[in-house]
Nanobody, 116 residues
């Protein structure tokens, strides 16, 4: 069992920056990858970014060049540095982890609001 706890959401003006963090606890040694998804009101949850235990990264086209995902394997944490934020980035952001090659875990979500 793995628990994921997100932090760092909030309200920011367009063009601003935020940093999200996710800490994994429990059976964390077998985490394959960690990442972030988001869900805006009335929309489906969508992929944002992912990083493997080896450091390989993937990003959604909508955030490439603006968001950076990083991971501290020793601390089992993943961070999402978000820059040049746009109103359309407003959503609940969820941390995600694949454990043991097949178990999918989610955090409780953290709200990010981009508004002037």
């Amino acid at each position: 069992q793995v628990q994921l706890v997100e932090s760092g959401g909030g309200l920011v003006q367009p063009g601003g920056s935020l940093r999200l963090s996710c800490a994994a606890s429990g059976s964390a040694l077998s985490i394959n990858y960690m990442g972030w998804y988001r869900q805006a009101p009335g929309k489906l949850r969508e992929f944002v970014a992912r990083i493997t235990s080896g450091g390989s990264t993937n990003y959604a086209d909508s955030v490439k060049g603006r968001f950076t995902i990083s991971r501290d394997n020793a601390k089992n944490t993943v961070n999402l540095q978000m820059r040049s934020l746009k109103p359309e980035d407003t959503a609940v952001y969820y941390c995600n982890a694949l454990v043991g090659g097949w178990q999918n875990y989610w955090g409780q979500g953290t709200q990010v609001t981009v508004s002037s």
